[in-house]
């Protein structure tokens, strides 16, 4: 039988709204949502020895290794069996893009491209419910209830390396390392660019192309 799974990654900087991007993505498409940093992240919070080795790079603003984000890629993709799945965040380095695309070949990369300026000013407000990954932004995207996530009514933080100083230092990594990855995908046609200020002017253009690539893979396979 043909494969009918479609496989996407969603790219951009941090507090670019890849957050909120993939969890419309996951209630329209019904994706597999796989986000190796949300993953670490609820390790740091449970002190698990995974947790603690990504900490000591996060609260640096730096990108955590690529073992241990490969560790996490591997299993979820495992775990996601025959369904289509989005990798968020991930690859980061050509040295896992050029690995996911030898062992599960990707059909699109949506780049995510938002402002700098509007970047810093977003994280001065973004709350996130750890759990699940939920992101809340005051003023855009704010939870119904304060600081209180729409869906189970428990507290939402703030992610320490969240702060202004350390975003910058985040960004600067980010686009050195994301140039050689996108060069990477162009190859293969599979870039393409989301350009916005706002979720809400970039989300109705990333559901119209979704919308059209999944139709266009998934006839092919059949």
Known sequence: MTSKIFRTVILGAPASGKG?????????????????????????????????????????????????????VSGRII????????????PRTVAQAERLQATEPV????????????????????WIHLPSGRVYNEGFNSPKVPFKDDVTGEDLVQRPDDKPEIVRKRLEVYHEAM???????????????????KTAEIW???????????????????
Request: proline content about 4%.
């Open 204 to 222: 109705p253009e990333v559901e119209k192309f979704l919308l059209k690539k999944t139709e266009e893979v998934v006839a092919k396979r059949q």
């Open 107 to 126: 059909d699109a990369v949506l780049n995510l491209d938002v402002p700098t300026d509007v970047i810093i000013e977003r994280v001065k407000g973004r």
């Open 179 to 197: 140039k050689p990855v996108l060069e990477f995908y162009e190859k293969y046609n599979l870039v393409t660019k989301f350009a916005g200020r």
């Open 79 to 90: 775990e996601a069996g025959n369904r289509s799945w989005m990798l968020d965040g991930f």
């Open 20 to 72: 909120t991007i993939a969890n419309r993505i996951v209630e329209k498409f019904g994706f597999v949502h796989i986000s190796p940093g949300d993953i670490l992240r609820l390790n740091v919070s449970n002190g698990t020895a995974l947790g603690k080795k990504a900490k000591t790079y996060m609260d640096e603003g730096k990108l955590v290794p690529d073992e241990l984000i490969i560790k996490c």
